[in-house]
């Protein structure tokens, strides 16, 4: 069967998408919201730091609790609090409640991503695995070039339309998950829940220097992505002069560079060795990271060249970033939905200091923001090399 027409697969990549929404769709907004609400767009920014730092925080325990209480009523938990929360937004009258509601949407918002994680390798093992979440990650990844857009022409409807619009969005993930997915964490298997066993669970799980270096190395590569999401609204208005209705121009091509890596990942599975595929792939990523820096040093800005490299990018970072993500489930077969969690909080922790405090410094120019994807890759790069992933060779 044709994974993009398995309910399954489109469920599970519907909740891995609340993310990307809930994050891209109101970035358009910055400016009219500011106006509205008598602030001004760096404090709107900030906005984003309230809703990663919480979410962050509790990428830690919705994995956990998913191995004590089941996955499904995780999801259903997580995702009401997140529309409840939507609504918030959407009647915030001041800057300050915009934070509140945010932080409340991020407490919640992370429940369906990690699960998502969790469930692929419950479901599936080995290459197919490998497969389906390449699958999740080409829908997964047309998210955040929808979400900008349709945030856009959300727009002329009122900024606070695009928050009705994240709450329509979690309760139909709710509904549709429920309907679709099995609960893949059976009673005979699931861990108790209190923090004494949560807090031995990542104790061992971040002891294992495998793991950590796995997900460090993800984490840094998509951060480096990130950069520009988060800086979109000064990089594409104030230093490329688009205006809000026109940030498909970074995202489009951003995200269709994800979808070819993507399939990249899908189709070398089981085909081509894990280790080559990940080589080929940072030193792709090197190459045109270093290319961007030196462009953007020596030459004007340009938009077809400043977003072209981005989106060459992301054809290597999207590429492995399925075979990353599994080779540190693999690390805890038995506390996956544990090990999701840390994976997405080590991504979360990376996105939120590139919130708060990298994207602050770097969106001076294009050259700044250059420079901050080069260092970021490279933290990632040397991670990586000391891992097994990357030194394992087969006949495959």
């Known amino acids: 069967m044709n994974l993009f027409l398995n309910p399954k697969v489109i469920a599970l990549a519907v909740l891995a998408s609340l993310a990307p929404f809930a994050i891209d769709t109101y970035l358009p907004g910055f400016h009219i919201i500011a106006t509205d609400l008598s602030s001004t767009p760096a404090y709107v920014q900030q906005s984003l730091t309230f809703y990663l730092i919480p979410y962050t925080i509790m990428t830690l325990f919705h994995g956990a609790i998913s191995d004590s209480i089941g996955r499904i009523m995780t999801i259903k938990w997580?995702?009401?609090?997140?529309?409840?929360?939507?609504?918030?937004?959407?009647?915030?009258?001041s800057v300050e409640q915009l934070w509140f509601f945010r932080a409340?949407?991020?407490?919640?918002?992370?429940?369906?991503?990690?699960?998502?994680?969790?469930?692929?390798?419950?479901?599936?093992?080995?290459?197919?695995?490998?497969?389906?979440?390449?699958?999740?990650?080409?829908?997964?990844?047309?998210?955040p070039a929808v979400a900008p857009i349709f945030g856009g022409f959300l727009l002329d409807y009122g900024w606070q339309s695009i928050f009705i619009f994240l709450a329509l969005y979690a309760g139909i993930a709710i509904y549709f998950s429920s309907r679709v997915l099995p609960?893949?964490?059976?009673?005979?298997?699931?861990?108790?829940?209190?923090?004494?066993?949560?807090?031995?669970?990542?104790?061992?799980?971040?002891?294992d220097k495998?793991?950590?270096?796995?997900?460090?190395?993800?984490?840094?590569?998509?951060?480096?992505?990130?950069?520009y999401v988060l800086a979109s609204p000064i990089f594409?208005?104030?230093?490329?002069?688009?205006?809000?209705?026109?940030?498909?121009?970074?995202?489009?091509?951003?995200?269709?560079?994800?979808?070819?890596?993507?399939?990249?990942?899908?189709?070398?599975?089981?085909?081509?060795?894990?280790?080559?595929?990940?080589?080929?792939?940072?030193?792709?990523?090197?190459?045109?990271?270093?290319?961007?820096?030196?462009?953007?040093?020596?030459?004007?800005?340009?938009?077809?060249?400043?977003i072209g490299f981005i989106a060459l990018y992301n054809i290597g970072m999207a590429a492995?970033?399925?075979?990353?993500?599994?080779?540190?489930?693999?690390?805890?077969?038995?506390?996956r939905g544990t090990a999701a969690s840390g994976q997405a909080f080590m991504q979360m922790f990376f996105s939120s200091a590139v919130a708060g405090v990298i994207v602050p410094i770097c969106w001076f120019s294009t050259f700044g923001l250059s420079l901050g994807l080069f260092l970021i890759l490279i933290f990632g790069l040397f991670c990586i090399t000391r891992t097994k992933l990357w030194a394992y060779r087969s006949k495959l």
């Open 78 to 93: 997580g995702l009401a609090l997140f529309f409840f929360a939507s609504i918030g937004c959407a009647v915030a009258t």
């Open 104 to 143: 409340l949407q991020g407490i919640g918002g992370g429940a369906g991503n990690v699960v998502a994680r969790a469930m692929v390798r419950d479901l599936y093992e080995g290459a197919q695995a490998q497969r389906v979440m390449a699958t999740i990650q080409i829908i997964f990844g047309i998210a």
């Open 183 to 207: 609960e893949t964490m059976l009673l005979k298997d699931r861990l108790p829940f209190d923090l004494k066993s949560i807090a031995t669970r990542y104790r061992r799980i971040f002891k």
């Open 210 to 227: 495998e793991f950590l270096l796995l997900i460090l190395s993800l984490s840094a590569n998509f951060s480096a992505f990130f950069l």
């Open 236 to 306: 594409l208005i104030d230093l490329l002069g688009f205006t809000e209705k026109q940030f498909a121009y970074l995202f489009v091509p951003t995200v269709c560079g994800m979808i070819i890596g993507s399939f990249i990942a899908k189709k070398t599975a089981g085909v081509i060795n894990p280790s080559r595929v990940t080589r080929f792939g940072y030193f792709w990523m090197l190459l045109i990271a270093l290319s961007n820096l030196i462009y953007c040093y020596f030459f004007d800005n340009n938009p077809i060249f400043n």
């Open 320 to 335: 492995i970033m399925p075979i990353i993500s599994i080779a540190a489930l693999d690390c805890f077969p038995k506390a």
